[in-house]
């Protein structure tokens, strides 16, 4: 099993430019989480999805962030524009239905913006 | 507010020290505890607890949750330097977003040979 994959391991970018973060799930787990982790908040959920469908984006910090999940394999995170303080290791997770609190997480992205 | 504590925040020890993590939860309507080892990378889960009392145990790592009190221990015995690594613990809830968890800032444990 491959795990939870994600892309790019490491972003760095400028203040004002698009930044895009990818996901692949565990195949067959049914619920998709976005997190960020930062020394200062610690780790944070921002979304996550059910079948595909967002199920709670409260933690989403405003409207730059915005997240799809367009199939049970798949999900990206985007940020526009992208400001320093969104530096952070963005993690994916995924669970099974049943025991959807035991969550396999992604190694990561590692995200600078400058 | 719903929060989770944990403590300490760091701690040092030597091979073959045993330590005590601890969390503590503010939680409305609690469904489990679980507990997860970070290294340089993603946390890899090691407890999901439920019932009070009930410890368990995995090698030199064990834990135990007690619900009338609000706070769950993890033990680690005859630690290593490879025990190194921040621990997070998280609470469950029913209702609402069911799924969510809601993290600790962790403790970071260092073991030095």
């Known amino acids: 099993d491959a795990g939870v994959i994600q892309s790019p391991r490491h972003e760095v970018t400028e203040m004002g430019q698009e930044v895009t973060l990818r996901c692949k799930p565990i195949?067959?787990?049914?619920?998709l989480f976005w997190y960020r982790q930062t020394m200062m908040r610690g780790l944070e959920l921002l979304i996550y999805?059910?079948?595909?469908?967002?199920?709670?984006d409260s933690g989403m910090p405003e409207d730059r962030f915005s997240a799809k999940m367009p199939n049970a394999s798949f999900s990206t995170l985007k940020i526009q524009p992208s400001e320093p303080r969104d530096s952070a290791v963005y993690f994916c997770?995924?669970?099974?239905?049943?025991?959807?609190?035991?969550?396999?997480f992604g190694p990561g992205t590692r995200l600078l913006v400058l | 507010e719903d929060k989770v504590v944990q403590s300490p925040l760091s701690l040092v020890v030597h091979e073959g020290d045993t330590v005590t993590l601890n969390c503590s939860y503010e939680?409305?309507?609690?469904?489990?505890l679980l507990w997860y080892k970070q290294e340089k990378k993603a946390p890899t889960f090691l407890f999901m607890l439920?019932?009070?009392?009930i410890e368990k145990k995995s090698g030199r790592l064990s834990s135990i949750l007690d619900k009338k009190e609000l706070f769950s221990i993890l033990n680690i015995t005859a630690t290593q330097t490879g025990d190194s690594a921040i621990y997070l613990c998280?609470?469950?809830?029913?209702?609402?977003?069911?799924?969510?968890?809601?993290f600790g800032k962790g403790t970071k444990l260092s073991v030095k040979p």
């Open positions: 195949s067959g787990h049914d619920y």
């Open positions: 998280a609470v469950g809830y029913y209702g609402g977003s069911q799924g969510n968890l809601i």
């Open positions: 997770a995924s669970s099974i239905r049943g025991g959807r609190e035991t969550q396999y």
């Open positions: 999805f059910n079948n595909n469908v967002p199920i709670d």
């Open positions: 439920t019932s009070s009392g």
């Open positions: 939680v409305t309507n609690f469904r489990s």
